[in-house]
């Protein structure tokens, strides 16, 4: 639990190796379904579920659950302070800390990496929502966004916009378009090894 002002619960997973040195940290944003007081719901989507199915995941990963009726975009301070929290508690490279999230934590992958873009050392957003006329902040953030282009949930323009913003700015930031897909287009990334391969790519240095 971590407590500033206002308290959130979160899920953290560390490798068996933890004592082999520093590792990369994920930070982990679930979407509206698991909002609320039971931090098994995270485990239905995403990086808890990626970690309940192979413990030996080679990085830190800390999932907060947001609370009932509250949004990732109005946590945005929060969630930092419990970024910071953790990196200090626990042996972590804070030159590799990278941010993903689905849905609800796409926008507020988003968010958050607008808010402080030299933390990251990468970022992930899964059909999420962006503000396109901040993307200047980002520009040289390493990016892959992630959607289906049938989602009705969160519309594909929404990551389009995005990304068209990004690259007006000079970003060589990456796009994955899931054809024939809806909302669900975190399955197959969080599935995908690339993406963990991708993130250990970049360093915030």
């Known amino acids: 639990t971590y407590t500033n002002g206002e308290r959130l619960h979160y ?32 485990k239905k989507h995403g990086i808890p579920k990626v970690v309940e199915q192979d413990q030996n995941f080679p990085f830190i990963t800390a999932s907060p659950q947001c609370p009932t009726g509250s949004w990732w975009t109005e946590k945005v301070e929060v969630l930092k302070g419990l970024l910071d929290e953790v990196v200090a508690s626990y042996p972590i490279d804070p030159e590799r800390l990278y941010l993903t ?9 988003w968010a958050l990496a607008m808010a402080y873009p ?9 059909c999420g929502r962006g503000n396109p006329l901040q993307a200047d902040r980002i520009k040289d953030l390493p990016l892959w966004v992630f ?59």
């Not at 990334?189 to 790519?201: A, C, E, I, M, V």
Request: charged content about 15%; proline content about 6%.
């Open 11 to 42: 899920l953290l997973h560390i490798p068996p190796n933890s004592e082999d040195g520093f590792h990369p940290l994920i930070l982990f944003l679930h979407g509206a379904g698991e909002r609320g007081d039971d931090l098994s719901m995270l």
């Open 101 to 109: 999230g689905l849905s609800m934590g796409g926008y507020g992958s």
């Open 118 to 126: 030299e933390v990251f050392a990468a970022a992930a957003p899964i």
């Open 147 to 205: 959607h289906g282009d049938r989602d009705i949930v969160v519309p594909f323009q929404h990551s389009q916009d995005m990304v068209t913003a990004l690259k007006a700015v000079g970003s060589q930031v990456r796009f994955t378009i899931y054809p024939d897909t809806g909302h669900d287009s975190w399955t197959q990334t969080y599935d995908n090894p690339d993406l963990y391969q991708w993130f250990l790519k970049h360093c915030s240095r």
